[in-house]
Nanobody, 119 residues
Framework: QVQLVESGGGSVQPGGSLRLSCAASGRVSIIYNMGWFRQAPGQQRELVGVITSGGSINYADSVKDRFTISRDNAKNTVSLQMNSLKPEDTAVYYC?????????????WGQGTQVIVSS
C-alpha cells in the first residue's frame, strides 16, 4: 500500500504563485508516473501535469508556460510550481502516483489540497 501526503495549497491573489508537494511512502518498489489533477466545483477531475519515471512531461494546455511539474526520485516526491495563477485555477488539486511493490502496478491518489485564486 502507498500513502500520499500533499501539502502547499492555500489562497492567493490572481497573478500569485503557489507550490504543491506530494510525498509517497509505504510499500513501494517502483514509481512510474507521478502527476497532478484538479477538480473544480461541478466539474470533472482533469489532468494538470504528469511526469514519467524517465522525466517526460505533459501539461494541460490551460497551464502550459505557467505551471512546472518536477519529481525527486530519491525522495519519492512530486511538486507543482504554479505561477501567474488565475481564478479559473481554483480547484482541489490531487496528486496521483502509479506504483508497484514487487508485483501489480496500481494507481494511488492523495487526499487533495484546496487552491483558491481570488482577489
Amino acid at each position: 500500500q502507498v500513502q500520499l501526503v500533499e501539502s502547499g495549497g492555500g489562497s492567493v491573489q490572481p497573478g500569485g504563485s503557489l507550490r504543491l508537494s506530494c510525498a509517497a511512502s509505504g510499500r513501494v518498489s517502483i514509481i512510474y508516473n507521478m502527476g497532478w489533477f484538479r477538480q473544480a466545483p461541478g466539474q470533472q477531475r482533469e489532468l494538470v501535469g504528469v511526469i514519467t519515471s524517465g522525466g517526460s512531461i505533459n501539461y494541460a494546455d490551460s497551464v502550459k508556460d505557467r505551471f512546472t511539474i518536477s519529481r525527486d526520485n530519491a525522495k519519492n516526491t512530486v511538486s507543482l510550481q504554479m505561477n501567474s495563477l488565475k481564478p479559473e485555477d481554483t480547484a482541489v488539486y490531487y496528486c496521483k502516483v502509479s506504483a508497484s511493490y514487487y508485483g501489480a502496478r496500481n494507481d494511488y491518489w492523495g487526499q487533495g489540497t484546496q487552491v483558491i485564486v481570488s482577489s
